[in-house]
């Protein structure tokens, strides 16, 4: 996939307000659960994008790429990781920009396109801890009989906690996808309720609900695996 210019070096360039211009962590949570609605994209860009003109497609970006990267980032936790997710979704548009055509709103087709995106590389990333813990095996514990206490006890707390890591991992491979999405983003991302809407595109209070079930059902399964 490739781009009409350096985006990177562009966006480094542009003459972006300096309050975006950082992306702190905290300005990149509590935006609004439907942020494509703040911006409009003229007809005439979407039009120019479509026959790959490349001041069309910087105006786009110009117009879009803040947002969009804060709206990753409430995904995935990590400016570079939202940066890298924006990009390749800017790529993908380029290469395919005759086939595109947003039937009402082009900013909310790119935050559903960074959505997608994101969402997969939060299951990407759970694949490979999954891997990653069944590569391992049960951890190795060095014989203990020299140990002094403090390192006795480091030894029980990482087993305690390697074999909580593989009967979590147990739980959610039983779970849903949307279900192991939900779990992810509030326990291992750290996203509230709201923050969640926001991922899904739901109503807070369906989020909060959605929270509470997944909740229940991996803390009824856990203590069941932990029993076996």
Request: proline letters at 6%; aromatic letters at 6%.
């Amino acid at each position: 996939m490739s781009l009409p210019f350096d985006l990177r070096g562009y966006l480094a360039s542009a003459e972006f307000p300096e309050s975006d211009r950082g992306l702190s962590p905290s300005s990149s949570r509590g935006t609004p659960s439907r942020p494509s609605r703040a911006i409009h994209v003229p007809f005439e860009i979407v039009a120019g994008v479509q026959t790959q003109d490349a001041e069309a497609f910087r105006e786009l970006v110009r117009l879009t790429y803040i947002p969009l990267v804060r709206f990753a980032r409430t995904i995935l936790g990590s400016r570079d990781e939202a940066e890298d997710v924006v990009q390749d979704v800017f790529a993908l548009l380029w290469d395919r920009s005759a086939q595109w055509h947003p039937l009402v709103d082009p900013a909310a087709y790119l935050f559903r396109a960074v959505r997608n995106h994101a969402l997969n590389e939060v299951r990407r990333h759970e694949r490979a801890v999954r891997r990653a813990q069944r590569a391992d095996g049960p951890a190795a514990v060095r014989d203990p009989s020299d140990a002094s206490p403090s390192v006795l006890e480091h030894i029980i707390d990482a087993e305690v906690q390697a074999t909580h890591t593989r009967a979590i991992a147990a739980v959610l491979a039983t779970c849903t996808e949307r279900q192991r999405t939900v779990y992810d983003l509030r326990y291992s991302r750290g996203l509230s309720a709201a923050e969640i809407a926001h991922v899904l595109e739901i109503t807070p209070k369906s989020a909060a609900k959605l929270v509470g079930r997944v909740t229940h059902l991996v803390v009824d399964r856990l203590r069941e695996e932990l029993k076996k």
